[in-house]
């Protein structure tokens, strides 16, 4: 194997394979980089990764003197590609039949010598499934930033490290809670079939690495081989880059009877004012400890800290309609939520203090609606995204 790329194109094609890598791969081959060069086509090299939960392949451009294929570690690697100087990369394998023992990588006055892992050992990656439809990259990066915020991080509790993905016809709706807070956004894509209804459980992690990588993609394609358990697959491809998931088993929490249908009050404030204002008054916040919010009319105050402690205030301009309400968050979830929104006004719905609120875009002071870009929505049309939070209980 023989071959030579650009630097730059060689450490994002690295980055990209090599970010599914296991940590503590159950079998040594799994922690290695698969290289495979091909001449023909005017000169490919292809990356893969595989640790038979998720598969990532990118294909790049380059210069092929010898076809070949090398199995090499795939962190040493990528450490070496981010370090190279900026000049053409040469790699070449030697020390004996069928790929070599060592792979060697020149660039400039740098060189390294790479010890190679048994490649006849190393796993097929999944065939893609069936295509069930596309989206645009930064549509789709967009919403799953929106929504993969409010997955659970407690792997004790696997179903709720997944983002449900519920496609009916030409809607996809993403949801994801970890039991303090929901996330639900739905957005439009163009499916394979007019007619397609299908639900997936993705590993809310493994969704956000893939979405922010192909976020500047003109097209990826989703495919999906829903199965029961724990067979299902789904890809994604887009950009010369593939990649494969297992589906999460297990029942995702009725999410849609949470959401309230009616709300005895609405608050429109300006989204960055209150994203600093939270900011501020959450610096005397201990942890667990919640900031409070006073909503009367035409105004928000803010609170944190009580008794001996450290206390801060601050209010802010806002809109009411209904009844005056306090109401308690913890800090980090709701400046999650804010920041999730996409929109200059945020509008904040509630039922009751120990009741959950739902936060939405709002396209100005008066609260209209914004649509998941931002953009005022038409009147009646629910906000394509949704951030509903649990409130703190207020002792006394």
């Known amino acids: 194997m023989k071959f030579r790329v650009e630097r730059d194109v060689l450490a994002e094609a690295v980055a990209w394979a090599a970010r599914s890598l296991p940590q503590r791969p159950p079998v040594p081959v799994l922690a290695g980089l698969l290289l ?45 590609a981010r370090s190279l100087p900026p000049q053409p990369v040469e790699f070449a394998s030697s020390g004996g039949a069928g790929g070599g023992t060592k792979v060697v990588v020149t660039c400039g006055s740098a060189r390294f010598t790479l010890l190679t892992l048994p490649d006849e050992e190393y796993p097929a990656l999944p065939d893609m499934p069936g295509a069930a439809g596309t989206f645009t990259g930064a549509a789709f990066a967009g919403a799953v930033a929106q929504v993969a915020v409010a997955a659970g991080r407690d792997d004790t509790l696997p179903v709720l ?18 039991r303090y807070r929901l996330a639900v956004r739905t957005l439009p894509w163009s499916p394979a079939q007019p007619d397609a209804s299908s639900v997936a459980l993705v590993p809310a992690r ?12 003109d097209e990826v394609v989703v495919a999906l081989a829903a199965g029961s358990g724990g067979e299902g697959l789904i890809g994604f491809d887009g950009a010369a880059r593939r990649t494969t998931s297992r589906l999460l088993d297990g029942e995702f929490p009725k999410y849609r009877s ?10 429109t404030v300006h989204t960055a004012g209150l994203v600093e204002a939270v900011k501020r008054v959450a610096l005397v916040a201990e942890r667990n400890t919640p900031v409070r919010l006073a909503f009367t009319d035409g105004e928000v105050r803010l609170e944190a800290g009580t008794g001996d402690e450290a206390q801060a205030s601050e209010s802010l301009q806002a809109t009411l309609e209904g009844d005056p309400i306090t109401i308690a968050f913890n800090p980090g979830y709701l400046l999650d939520g804010l920041g999730a929104i996409d929109a200059s006004y945020a509008r904040m719905s ?15 002071p008066g609260g209209d609606e914004a649509d998941g870009d931002g953009e005022g929505a038409d009147a009646g049309r629910p906000s394509d995204y949704r951030y509903l939070l649990m409130p703190v209980r207020l002792s006394g």
Do not use: C, H, N, Q
Request: glycine share 12%; no cysteine.
């Open 36 to 80: 495979e060069a091909d001449g023909s086509g005017g000169g490919t090299l292809r990356l893969s990764s595989f640790d038979y939960e998720v598969s990532a392949r990118v294909e790049v451009e380059a210069s092929v003197g010898e076809d070949g294929r090398a199995l090499v570690s795939g962190r040493l690697l990528a450490d070496i």
């Open 161 to 178: 490290t997944g983002v449900r993905v519920e496609i009916e016809g030409d809607a996809v709706t993403l949801a994801a809670t970890d």
């Open 206 to 217: 493994t969704l956000t690495d893939t979405a922010k990588a192909l976020a500047a993609a």
């Open 258 to 267: 949470l959401l309230p249908s009616e709300s005895s009050s609405r608050a």
């Open 350 to 364: 509630f039922t009751a203090p120990t009741r959950p609120a739902v936060i939405t875009g709002a396209a100005g």
